[in-house]
């Protein structure tokens, strides 16, 4: 029986690079593909390295010759200034690369499972938000940021595509932030600041994924993958004032009317940038419901919020070489 075949897009990133590198150690992977303008960050034994723009019509040339029985859509920017892209160009990665993307899969008769690493961006952060978001509660809330509503259109051509393709099983991974010692995120980035500015007022809940169980969860959607949207998170929540502590930093409390131009004003400085939805989160904060992705994918985080958020901290503060999963996933008021 032939192995199976796969293309990552976004190969160029260090997930993307790392997913790879674990499907192509896999036997059950006959051939791995990365897609990307910018090549692997590290070497990959057998991963076919195809230098494209997914905005690019070419995409719908290059991808069918695979004949991929699998692909798995990486490249989608999450925040400013991401690989040098202005605002402009990372919306046309979102939305003009996934159209491209799709209509290349449309090529490829061999295609029978498309996996997309998306954001639970999508359902916003709102002060009277449910304590845990569903994969159904997307329209809870009508989208506020460019980001926002580039997730639900990039959401829109996909489920277009699965009801008009059915033989394809296509699934939406709803990531919240990834945190790590080699992650470049909004909470590392925000971590990174000398002062941490905060909203006056606000101690929100917030809810990561830590880097090791972001991959890990990519694999094994890869390996079982099942129709529709899957929320991947840690279990549980933690404070911000929490999180304030345990990086040891010094905060900067500020009026919701001060905090943008504040922000603004730091990242003119050099540091740091923050996206509108990051400023939302650390004001109204967002936990999603994780049962589908450890129930019917069958993935179990190794950190909670809590833990992957120490994880972090000790492992920058070389109290730790190798990030391990100490912390089990215990009660820490998150959802099945």
């Known amino acids: ?13 260090h997930l993307g690079c790392e997913l790879a590198a674990r499907l192509e150690a896999d036997p059950a992977y006959e051939y791995v593909a990365g897609l990307d303008t910018r090549p692997p960050p590290r070497a990959l034994e057998r991963t076919d390295f195809i230098e494209a723009d997914i905005r690019s019509p070419v995409i719908s040339k290059l991808i069918p010759a695979t004949e991929v029985d699998t692909v798995v859509h990486n490249q989608i920017v999450r925040r400013p200034g991401a690989a040098g892209l202005s605002p402009q160009q990372a919306h046309d990665v979102n939305v003009v690369g996934s159209l ?28 009277a938000a449910p304590q845990f978001f569903t994969e159904e509660m997307t329209k809870l809330y009508a989208p506020r940021t460019r980001f926002q509503r580039d997730v639900a259109e990039i959401e829109n051509y996909f489920e277009t595509y699965s009801r008009r393709r059915p033989q394809v099983t296509c699934m939406m991974l709803r990531y919240q932030p990834s945190i790590g010692p080699s992650v470049d995120s909004q909470i590392t980035r925000y971590l990174s600041l000398p002062v941490l500015p905060t909203y006056l007022g606000f101690d929100p809940r917030l809810q990561f994924i830590h880097e090791r ?17 899957v929320n991947v998170a840690a279990p549980g929540t933690i404070g911000l ?41 650390l004001r109204y904060g967002r936990g999603v ?46 959802p099945r």
């Open 241 to 281: 004032t929490r999180i304030v502590r345990l990086s040891g930093k010094l905060t900067l409390p500020l009026l919701p009317s001060a905090f943008a131009p504040v922000v603004g004003t730091a990242s003119r400085a050099g540091l740091a940038s923050l996206s509108p939805d990051f400023e939302r989160l």
């Open 1 to 13: 029986m032939a192995g199976r075949r796969v293309l990552v897009t976004g190969i160029g990133s």
């Open 100 to 127: 491209q993307l799709l209509s290349a899969c449309e090529r490829t008769e061999t295609v029978r499972t498309i996996v997309i690493r998306g954001s639970a961006g999508i359902y916003g952060a709102e002060p």
């Open 213 to 229: 169980d972001g991959l890990d969860a990519l694999v094994a959607s890869v390996r079982n993958p099942v129709r529709g949207a």
């Open 289 to 334: 419901d994780v049962t589908r992705l450890t129930e019917e994918v069958g993935f179990e985080p190794a950190f909670t919020a809590r833990a992957a958020v120490e994880d972090y901290v000790e492992t920058l503060a070389g109290r730790r070489v190798v990030p391990s999963p100490r912390h089990a996933v215990t009660g820490s008021g998150s």
